[in-house]
């Protein structure tokens, strides 16, 4: 069995620049003028930019390895704080929907200090006569620093449930794991969580001077680059840093305590623009998880 201890590293990184409402194409070129519609949920409106685009993939595939760690037919580590997430938080247990365990630690080009976390790649084998060369998607919930995570340019440590889903059947998944590092072939894909829509989860360390949210399930692109946000009573933007993984935050910087409710821009990694209006209410709870009603358009 390749494994490795899970290791849970918080990235500060700096202030961010507010983006231009701007949608490009996962290519980088152009896409159309951004679609605008609107969402009414209890009396609120929830808007939301996407570029038109049929392209669910991401490019051709590259070279690169895998292991896997945890338990054969698990969810990656088995501590329980990583269990809610790993290095990216996505809290929850990962081994339920709408991950059910097909999940990855992604090595230091993929997990980019967190700014990789959400991402979604197809990754085959066909180098051990287990393999079945079908792709099996997963998505980059966690990091793997260290190890055999920096003996390639891009290094996948998945879950043993996601490596063993590579074999040709079950019964040649225990066969694939005892194989150690695989060399296999990856892509970029579009995340598509099923009509699930992009939720706030609060950190229970918030107050009414600091906020920090988790941001998941970003259909599409998947990863976020940028967040911004907007209080009660502004009409501009204020951007937030991410503290670690798919965590942000945002201080007050006047004395005063933030004002809700929270309307939140997020920009996904290749610059498409999610605008949530009212994406956290007056009178939140830290610890608690907003749902908004609406994805980017995929």
């Known amino acids: 069995m390749a494994s490795r201890p899970s290791t849970f590293r918080f990235a500060v990184v700096a202030v961010l620049s507010t983006l231009p409402l701007v949608a490009s194409s996962a290519s980088g070129h152009e896409n159309p003028e951004p679609v605008v519609r609107d969402s009414p949920q209890n009396g609120t409106n929830r808007r939301y930019l996407w570029a038109s685009s049929s392209a669910r993939g991401y490019g051709g595939w590259s070279s690169g390895g895998a292991t896997w760690y945890g338990s054969p037919n698990g969810a990656g580590s088995d501590v329980p704080l990583h269990d809610a997430g790993g290095a990216c938080g996505y809290h929850g247990d990962v081994s339920q929907r709408p991950f059910k365990s097909m999940i990855a630690a992604g090595g230091p080009s993929l997990f980019k200090n967190g700014k990789g976390c959400g991402a979604c ?11 079945s060369g079908r792709p099996v998607t997963v998505t980059v919930t966690d990091s ?9 340019s891009a290094h996948f440590d998945m879950s043993g449930t996601a490596f ?31 009509g ?23 259909a599409g692109d998947g990863d976020i680059s940028a967040a911004d ?12 840093q991410q503290s670690w993984g798919a965590v942000w935050r945002v201080n007050s910087n006047n004395g005063q305590p933030l004002r809700a409710p929270f309307s939140v821009r997020v920009t996904s990694g290749s610059g498409k623009v999610l605008v949530v209006r009212n994406a956290i209410p007056a009178g939140w709870t830290a610890g608690r998880t907003y749902r908004s009603t609406v994805n980017y358009g995929y």
């Open 164 to 194: 063993g889903a590579m074999a040709n059947n079950r019964g040649m998944a225990d066969r694939l794991r005892s194989a150690g590092i695989l060399k296999i072939q990856y892509r970029r894909v579009a995340c598509n969580y099923n």
């Open 144 to 152: 793997c620093p260290g190890g055999a995570c920096l003996a390639e």
């Open 121 to 131: 790649y197809q990754i085959r084998c066909t180098g051990n006569r287990a393999c």
């Open 196 to 218: 699930r829509t992009v939720s706030f989860k609060v950190d229970a360390g918030s107050n009414p001077y600091y906020l920090a949210v988790l941001i998941e399930y970003v």
């Open 229 to 240: 946000i907007m209080q009660a009573g502004c009409d501009s933007w204020a951007p937030m």
